[in-house]
T-cell receptor, first 113, second 117 residues
């Protein structure tokens, strides 16, 4: 079945550092890919998405490119802030069973001032 | 757009008791989803509704779990005879679907955290 594998955390960075969180997926078709973020005490918020190969999703300085050849959707941000401290989840939905999101285990990111 | 609302935020109960959670989706969204999230894991799909019809249930949804969306608006998730293993965060999400392949991203509520004593 469909699955998502994220790099394990926790990740601790200093402010203005570069952030990369790796995400690879297994799916039978051509899924849509998502990054969700969960701030402490809150629900998941959609951060960005991409629906086809080579699409780049971007939001709040974060970017991720849908790479079909490597089945990856790595999240990057050039200069993190303390407010980016959160848990980040990579997820996919396949075009046939589009009702269901399959999530990775999440990566906890802590940014220190 | 007031977002997806869940109630209560926290529920503590004794093993064997029944609990019910409520979810109010974004008003124009026709799909509503329930997920379960345990500590250190990503959410796992439980079930979803298209309007008032429950169209899919995960094998994670044992017969002690039941979900309803009677008028195609709010939904309830009931767990009967709760067990220790039911302790988790229960997340509700909603989305707008125009038809096959046109599902819009899911928007999540803040969840209901269930603790079984």
């Amino acid at each position: 079945g469909d699955s998502v594998t994220q790099m394990e955390g926790p990740v601790t960075l200093s402010e203005e550092a570069f952030l990369t969180i790796n995400c690879t997926y297994t799916a039978t078709g051509y899924p849509s890919l998502f990054w969700y973020v969960q701030y402490p005490g809150e629900g998941l918020q959609l951060l960005l998405k991409a629906t086809k190969a080579d699409d780049k999703g971007s939001n709040k300085g974060f970017e991720a490119t849908y790479r079909k050849e490597t089945t990856s959707f790595h999240l990057e941000k050039g200069s993190v802030q303390v407010s980016d401290s959160a848990v980040y989840f990579c997820a996919l939905s396949d075009p046939v069973n589009d009702y269901k999101l399959s999530f990775g285990a999440g990566t906890t990111v802590t940014v220190r001032a | 757009d007031t977002g997806v609302s869940q109630d209560p935020r926290h529920k503590i109960t004794k093993r064997g008791q029944n609990v019910t959670f409520r979810c109010d989706p974004i008003s124009e969204h026709n799909r509503l989803y329930w997920y379960r999230q345990t500590l250190g894991q990503g959410p796992e799909f439980l079930t979803y509704f298209q309007n008032e019809a429950q169209l899919e249930k995960s094998r994670l949804l044992s017969d002690r779990f039941s979900a309803e969306r009677p008028k195609g608006s709010f939904s309830t998730l009931e767990i009967q005879r709760t067990e220790q293993g039911d302790s988790a965060m229960y997340l509700c999400a909603s989305s707008l679907n125009y038809g096959q392949g046109s599902n819009q991203p899911q928007h999540f509520g803040d969840g209901t955290r269930l603790s079984i004593l």
